[in-house]
């Protein structure tokens, strides 16, 4: 067989894998049972209406063939209603919605359609370990803009360099903070200098806390003309193994996202639409309570720590491990699994993301056993 084509070849390794395997290992070796705060996987399900009207929908008959390669409109306008009534933002259902299997399926596709081969993509330092994954496939190179605490993870994009394009991620995963004040702004004056697109990786949008409210990308003036937010069904429904996203805004953009659907993908499952129509426009009681239990989550690991972590949003707590603490000491001495910072670029060293997408049981387990290796460092 011939060589592995070379965009094949420039795939990174895939972070999560690669630390599922660690996890793993470790798992299988003699001690007390492992916990694992290193995965973000909702364990939290959608409420019953929402599988209901997948039951329902998967009984038609009708159900089983093809739906339409770009979607059904009624699924489309659903989350355009939400963007209005929920985020103040305007949008066409028909020209400025693309549905897809899930948004990681997204920000490779936003990478293919924004930018060449030898094209630049900004991404902010920390960030999603898959961004990088896009740009491989692409071709492109990959420039880092630092997120620093000093200044509330906040990018200098004044500062940024030039690229195809900029992906952006608020709440932050792994950094759990909400976009600071101006920087939607500073990413609108970024595309339009460099005549070139934002991304906006919405996942945790409603995953917010301490009363802040969701917060949308394409509400800033001007960032439909330059940009476009991907959302997801998967954290705000815990809908996350049904495979279902958006992109949402830019006309253009979304029209490239379509054309690649047009010649990879046969539609996503009638009834699975149904069941995120159901999700979008029904009781939403549901979000609010697991907002609620992420919150009182995120404050049981907080008071295990000497410092309080700063988490606006999203189901992770991001800390800096103190001198002589590691995430593989963690692991070793206490069967503590989390995501070592490295992973998520350059300015994650020396930090850790834990995520408190497990049970109340689990965490509590997982601060008895922080502070104990805090202390054991502080000693």
């Known amino acids: 067989m011939r060589p592995r084509p070379a965009r094949i070849e420039r795939l990174p390794e895939q972070y999560f894998v690669a630390l599922l395997g660690r996890v793993s290992a470790a798992a299988a070796q003699a001690g007390p049972p492992l916990i694992d705060l290193g995965r973000g996987n909702p364990e ?11 039951r329902t929908a998967a009984g038609y008959p009708s159900a089983h063939g093809y739906s339409p390669i770009r979607g059904l409109p009624r699924t489309k306008e659903a989350i355009a209603g939400r963007y209005r009534d929920l985020y103040g933002v305007d949008v066409d259902p028909a020209t400025e919605v693309a549905l897809i299997p899930g948004t990681k399926t997204g920000l490779v596709e936003l990478a293919l359609s924004l930018c060449d081969d030898g094209d630049t993509l900004v991404l902010p330092d920390p960030y999603y370990p898959d961004y990088p994954s896009g740009a491989a496939l692409a071709g492109a190179r990959i420039a880092t803009i630092p997120l620093r605490p000093d200044a509330g993870w906040a990018p200098d994009l004044d500062a940024a360099p030039d690229g195809a394009a900029l992906y952006l991620n608020y709440p932050s995963n792994p950094c759990a903070v909400c976009a600071p004040d101006g920087v939607f702004d500073a990413a609108v004056r970024w595309a339009r200098r460099t005549g070139s697109a934002v991304v906006h990786d919405a996942a945790y949008v409603d995953v917010v806390f301490d009363g802040r409210p969701p917060q949308s990308f394409l509400a800033t003036p001007g960032a439909k003309d330059v940009g476009v937010e991907l959302w997801s069904m998967s954290k705000t429904y815990g809908m996350a193994g ?53 919150q009182r989550r995120r404050d049981l690991l907080a008071a295990a720590l000497p410092e309080p972590p700063v988490c606006e949003g999203t189901f992770f707590v991001w800390i800096q491990l103190p001198q002589g603490l590691s995430a593989e000491r963690l692991l070793a001495e206490e069967r503590l699994a989390v995501a070592p910072g490295e992973g998520f670029g350059p300015s994650g060293a020396g930090w850790a993301r834990l995520s408190v997408a497990v049970s109340d049981e689990v965490v509590e387990i997982a601060a008895e056993r922080l502070q104990r290796a805090f202390a054991a460092v502080a000693a």
């Open 242 to 294: 049904w495979r279902i996203g958006f992109v949402v805004g830019n006309a253009e953009i979304v029209e490239r996202i379509n054309l690649l659907n047009d010649h990879s993908r046969v539609g996503i499952f009638a009834p699975l639409q149904a069941a995120a129509v159901a999700a979008l426009e029904g009781p939403q009681d549901s979000v609010a309570e697991r907002v609620a239990t992420y």
């Open 44 to 54: 939290l399900g959608p409420p019953p209406h929402v599988i209901e009207a997948l």
